[in-house]
């Protein structure tokens, strides 16, 4: 079945990076981009930035232009989303998201969430 | 960049009919997603393209969309239906996704 499977949680220090996976399985990886969506303690959902896994095509958050920078690897139909200079409120669920086709921004399928905790 | 207002909770009776609505200027002229996110679980689409539904949902979830409001229609609600739901658009100011705050349905 179609499935993200991402990285497990992480535990860093303010003004340290974290690069967060995102494995497709179950389609075509280069047919769909990819969606990068957090979710900090007991808040909503804010959305991060898209990635075009056909050609790698980026759009970021205005919030996060220059901190974050996501790719993908075609050979293992991988995404990843690096954060950089990693702030206490950067502590939140990270989940990357398959865009449901080329002409809707719906994420119809969602990886499980990786926990990202920020403290010193 | 477009401000999508959601009521914070709302509360149904088993069997009722719970409607979410999510408020945003012009939004009648968008394509609203919902999703469901229920305590410690990733978000699920449940409806997109205003009135449309994924493979596996079921009919009693719709969905509606005119002039400032779109709206989230359960129907028969049963208990497993307890979450938070998030409208979603896209816009056009800003070329991203914006997401609404997001509305705890209680099943009582």
């Known amino acids: 079945q179609v499935q993200l499977v991402q990285s497990g949680a992480e535990v860093k220090k303010p003004g340290a990076s974290v690069k967060v996976s995102c494995k497709a399985s179950?389609?075509?990886?280069?047919?769909?981009?990819i969606n990068w969506v957090r979710q900090a303690p007991g808040q909503g959902l804010e959305w991060m930035g898209w990635?075009?896994?056909?050609?790698?095509?980026?759009s970021y958050a205005q919030k996060l232009q220059g901190r974050v920078t996501m790719t993908t690897d075609t050979s293992t139909s991988t995404a990843y989303m690096e954060l950089k200079s990693l702030r206490s409120d950067d502590t939140a669920v990270y989940y990357c998201?398959?865009?449901?086709?080329?002409?809707?921004?719906?994420?119809?399928?969602w990886g499980q969430g990786t926990m990202v905790t920020v403290s010193s | 960049s477009d401000v999508l207002t959601q009521p914070p909770s709302v509360s149904v009776a088993p069997g009722k009919t719970a409607r979410i609505t999510c408020e945003g200027n012009?939004?009648?002229?968008?394509?609203v997603h919902w999703y469901q996110q229920k305590p410690g679980q990733a978000p699920v689409l449940v409806v997109y393209?205003?009135?449309d539904r994924p493979s596996g949902i079921p009919e009693r979830f719709s969905g509606s969309n005119s002039g400032n409001t779109a709206t989230l229609t359960i129907s028969r609600v049963e208990a497993g239906d307890e979450a938070d739901y998030y409208c979603?658009?896209?816009?056009?100011?800003?070329?991203?996704?914006?997401f609404g705050g997001g509305t705890k349905l209680t099943v009582l």
């Open positions: 990635i075009s896994a056909n050609n790698g095509d980026t």
């Open positions: 393209d205003d009135r």
């Open positions: 979603q658009v896209w816009d056009s100011s800003s070329d991203h996704p914006v």
């Open positions: 012009n939004i009648g002229s968008k394509s």
């Open positions: 998201a398959k865009q449901s086709s080329n002409w809707s921004d719906a994420s119809d399928i």
């Open positions: 179950g389609y075509t990886f280069t047919s769909y981009g």
